[in-house]
């Protein structure tokens, strides 16, 4: 569980809003989120979760308000800088080479490590063969190393681009839905694989399985029409009436 308060939020967002020709999406938003910490975001379709994380990685630039990483204010920022300030993030549909190895897909995502078209004359790191092997075995994907992406299962890709990031070592991780299509073991482990990344990084996740969201979250925000419904422990937000009629009742 986090151990920190709102004196040493990693993340703060406040007062975000963005206007789609006049329609606010998100609305006059402020939240905080603790370093180590794992915020979940639910809430109904169109409420303006994705939008939130979006905004977050830049790829949509806030119409006001404000977003604090570590500090440093990144609604000014271009997507890629945002990357090299340590945000992360993972889009719902996996996006990995499928005929390139799990070993080669982790080894492009390194660091400065290879390239796409890689060159002939590479010669192997020691330490970012370590750094994939670690990766892989976190991932659950040992005995996958040299198996071509394409032949993994649904979730085992969905692990594979949660290593993707990893490699790359964001202090924040923002994923969408990341046991989507999972089977009920798979999700299992990927709650038990969050938690674990969770000791050395913070990260916001959108999810609508509300078992898996109770297993991993310290903290829940649910959003309704862009706006905060309710915020709390899981448990909390499980039973704040407000949040039964306009989400978990349906
Ligand atoms: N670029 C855009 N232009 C216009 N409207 C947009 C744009 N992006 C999002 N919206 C609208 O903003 C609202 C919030 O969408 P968003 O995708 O953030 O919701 P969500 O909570 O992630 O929903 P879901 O659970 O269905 O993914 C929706 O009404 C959507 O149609």
Redesign the pocket.
């Known amino acids: 569980m986090s151990t920190g308060s709102n004196t040493d939020f990693i993340l703060a967002v406040e007062n975000l809003t963005v206007s789609?020709?006049g329609?606010k999406?998100?609305d006059d938003l402020s939240f905080y989120v603790d370093k180590n910490e794992i915020r979940v975001v639910i809430?109904?379709?169109?409420?303006?979760?994705?939008?939130?994380l979006?905004l977050i990685c830049g790829r949509?630039k806030a119409t006001e308000g404000s977003i604090r990483f570590r500090n440093k204010e990144l609604t000014r920022l271009k997507e890629h800088a945002i990357v090299k300030a340590g945000v992360g993030r993972k889009f719902q549909n996996p996006s990995i080479y499928t005929d390139l190895t799990v070993f080669e897909n982790l080894e492009i995502s390194y660091p400065s490590g290879r390239s796409v078209l890689g060159s002939l004359v590479f010669k192997r790191d020691p330490s970012v063969i370590e750094a994939i092997e670690q990766t892989a075995e976190r991932i659950f994907l040992t005995e996958q190393l040299h198996t071509q992406a394409d032949l993994l299962s649904h979730g085992q890709k969905q692990w594979l681009e949660i290593g993707m990031l990893l490699i790359q070592k964001p202090e924040l991780l923002m994923l969408d839905e990341p046991v989507a299509g999972m089977s009920v073991t798979e999700r299992q482990q990927t709650a038990i694989l969050l938690r674990e990344i969770a000791k050395e990084h913070t990260m916001i996740v959108?999810e609508?399985d509300m078992q898996f969201v109770a297993e991993i979250a310290d903290k829940v925000t649910v959003?309704h029409q862009?706006k905060i419904l309710a915020e709390g422990s899981p448990e909390k937000v499980k039973n704040d009436p407000k949040v039964i009629e306009v989400y978990l009742g349906h």
Request: hydrophobic share 40%; proline share 5%; no cysteine.
């Open positions: 789609f020709d329609f999406a998100v809430g109904p379709n169109g409420a303006g979760k994705t939008t939130v979006d949509t959108i609508h959003l862009g």
